[in-house]
């Protein structure tokens, strides 16, 4: 006997129709909203020394790239065409030095319909490319990636932690 069709995944963005849209959120409740997001920024050995001692001929690329992801997170929805302006509580960039670079982690916090998980991502992003242009002239090789979400906690569809294997998908964890 065969087996029924699987259920499509529905994308929220679309109708009905296939038009896209932006997600009604005026109906769920208020809750509070963490996304953490990461990325990495691969560079060689001499950009790295350049960049931790904080005197790239544009100035202190950490600094730099620590304001932008905090700016980018800020204007995420005016970046992101389908994405609510959210009331940041808070958001946070971390710039960690690696072997191979930098690691990039971002917090995004609010109280709100709906998640910050684009607000985090945002900031990964603005805060990576922001490091690589500071760095650039000193490195044209550098390798933006790995942006991901690592967890995000509140809403409806509940709590998620990436697992510590990135091979795997994540997993939902229901409260």
Do not use: W
């Given at each position: 006997m065969p087996?029924?069709?699987?259920?499509?995944?529905?994308?929220?963005?679309?109708?009905?129709?296939?038009?896209?849209?932006?997600?009604?959120?005026?109906?769920?409740?208020?809750?509070?909203?963490?996304?953490?997001?990461?990325?990495?920024?691969?560079?060689?050995?001499?950009?790295?020394?350049?960049?931790?001692?904080?005197?790239?001929?544009?100035?202190?690329?950490?600094?730099?790239?620590?304001?932008?992801?905090?700016?980018?997170?800020?204007?995420?929805?005016?970046?992101?065409?389908?994405?609510?302006?959210?009331?940041?509580?808070?958001?946070?960039?971390d710039l960690v030095a690696t072997r191979t670079g930098y690691r990039i982690e971002a917090v995004a916090r609010t109280t709100g319909q709906t998640g910050v998980e684009m607000e985090a991502l945002t900031a990964v992003a603005g805060a990576a490319l922001t490091l690589y242009d500071m760095v650039k002239a000193v490195d044209k090789t550098m390798v933006i990636g790995e942006i991901c979400l690592v967890e995000k906690r509140g809403g409806r569809s509940g709590d998620y932690r990436r697992p510590s294997s990135d091979r795997r998908p994540g997993v939902k964890v229901r409260r």
């Open positions: 087996r029924p069709p699987a259920a499509r995944p529905r994308l929220t963005h679309v109708d009905a129709d296939g038009r896209v849209r932006m997600v009604d959120v005026g109906d769920k409740p208020v809750t509070a909203r963490e996304a953490r997001a990461r990325g990495t920024v691969t560079m060689s050995a001499v950009a790295r020394r350049l960049v931790g001692t904080g005197r790239t001929k544009k100035g202190d690329a950490l600094q730099a790239a620590r304001i932008a992801g905090i700016m980018a997170a800020k204007r995420t929805a005016d970046l992101i065409p389908l994405c609510h302006p959210l009331p940041l509580s808070s958001i946070a960039v």
